[in-house]
């Protein structure tokens, strides 16, 4: 077998989330059952595995997957006419070009490049941070109606300093049960690296968020609380009240799925990969 990383770009606006589910089209899905076509006469059908799974109408710029492809799987992709003693990096480049073709040129998700994975390499587990994006048009904020399947309209004005001061309080090792969906047997300790809000030249505010993972709705519950302090509603001491308490609250909204960005996801150095995946896996402590 051999594993090959994926590098995905994706609208959600139409798809039910990332991970595969019966009767609903979703990124997973598309992309799986586009190289179950192009491997059609080479059983069994390829399974991905991602760095982080969107919600329903999340997008990204940077996902990861990986997909593990037996030998003669890889060696049918090489294209007719191809030099015989092509080697595996080119084929693996080839699974890219091929899922894209079959998606066709206006395709909501395109994997923007496919790669031989090194050695450990897992898209999840070797994963050291996320980092998200989320965009507010606030009263002040230009009205852009190009850009309203990934941005959310708030009707007053937000404080962006009040905003930015909150978001920075809520950083480091904490229990984030306060803005997470409890999900069995998964903890909810998390480290915060960063989450900044700023505004645009256009007057749309940017939230941006790194964390060594997040759980189910984290990343738009922290927005929800910080936008809360930038309309007045809660204060900076109030939100860290909130995570403190570690229970889930109704003092916030939780923000809409469509302002959300997955941009970028982050990966130790070449040798550590398999290390890395092994400490992920360990369940986090406080200390």
Same mark, same amino acid.
């Given at each position: 077998?051999? %594993?090959? %990383?994926?590098?995905?770009?994706?609208? $959600?606006?139409?798809?039910?989330?990332?991970?595969?589910?019966?009767?609903?089209?979703?990124?997973?899905? &598309?992309?799986?059952?586009?190289?179950?076509?192009?491997?059609?006469?080479?059983?069994?059908?390829? &399974?991905?595995?991602?760095?982080?799974?969107?919600?329903? $109408? &999340?997008?990204?710029?940077?996902? =990861?997957?990986?997909?593990?492809?037996?030998?003669?799987?890889?060696?049918?992709?090489?294209?007719?006419? +191809?030099?015989?003693?092509?080697?595996?990096?080119?084929?693996?480049?080839?699974?890219?070009?091929?899922?894209?073709?079959?998606? $066709?040129?206006?395709?909501?998700?395109?994997?923007?490049?496919?790669?031989?994975?090194?050695?450990?390499?897992?898209?999840? *587990?070797?994963?050291?941070?996320? %980092?998200?994006?989320? %965009?507010?048009?606030?009263?002040?904020?230009?009205?852009?109606?190009?850009?309203?399947?990934?941005?959310?309209?708030?009707?007053?004005?937000?404080?962006?300093?009040?905003?930015?001061?909150?978001?920075?309080?809520?950083?480091?090792?904490?229990?984030? +049960?306060?803005?997470?969906?409890?999900?069995?047997?998964?903890?909810?300790?998390?480290?915060?690296?960063?989450?900044?809000?700023?505004?645009?030249?256009?007057? =749309?505010?940017?939230?941006?968020?790194?964390?060594?993972? *997040?759980?189910?709705?984290? &990343?738009?519950?922290?927005?929800?609380?910080?936008?809360?302090?930038?309309?007045?509603?809660?204060?900076?001491?109030?939100?860290?009240?909130?995570?403190?308490?570690?229970?889930?609250?109704?003092? *916030?909204?939780?923000?809409?799925?469509?302002?959300?960005?997955?941009?970028?996801?982050?990966?130790?150095?070449? $040798?550590?990969?398999?290390?890395?995946?092994?400490?992920?896996?360990?369940?986090?402590?406080?200390?």
């Amino acid at each position: 077998m051999r %594993r090959i %990383r994926l590098d995905l770009a994706y609208d $959600g606006t139409d798809f039910s989330g990332w991970a595969r589910q019966p009767g609903l089209r979703t990124v997973q899905g &598309v992309l799986e059952e586009t190289m179950a076509t192009i491997l059609r006469r080479y059983p069994p059908h390829p &399974v991905l595995y991602v760095a982080g799974r969107t919600d329903a $109408g &999340v997008h990204a710029t940077g996902q =990861v997957a990986h997909v593990d492809l037996a030998t003669d799987q890889l060696r049918s992709l090489r294209r007719r006419g +191809a030099p015989a003693g092509i080697g595996e990096a080119e084929l693996a480049q080839l699974l890219g070009q091929r899922i894209n073709g079959v998606l $066709g040129a206006d395709s909501d998700v395109v994997v923007r490049s496919s790669t031989l994975a090194p050695e450990g390499f897992d898209a999840r *587990f070797s994963a050291i941070w996320r %980092r998200y994006r989320y %965009r507010v048009a606030d009263a002040a904020a230009e009205h852009d109606p190009l850009e309203r399947r990934r941005t959310v309209r708030h009707p007053t004005e937000l404080d962006v300093e009040a905003m930015d001061t909150a978001a920075r309080a809520l950083l480091g090792l904490h229990d984030y +049960a306060t803005f997470c969906k409890p999900r069995p047997h998964s903890t909810t300790i998390r480290t915060l690296r960063s989450f900044a809000w700023r505004r645009q030249a256009d007057g =749309v505010l940017i939230a941006s968020l790194e964390a060594d993972a *997040f759980c189910h709705s984290m &990343v738009r519950s922290l927005v929800g609380a910080t936008v809360a302090v930038g309309d007045g509603s809660l204060s900076g001491d109030d939100v860290v009240r909130l995570r403190d308490e570690g229970q889930r609250t109704g003092e *916030f909204l939780v923000m809409p799925a469509k302002g959300l960005t997955l941009t970028e996801v982050g990966y130790p150095a070449a $040798g550590d990969f398999a290390t890395r995946a092994e400490q992920t896996r360990a369940r986090r402590e406080l200390i």
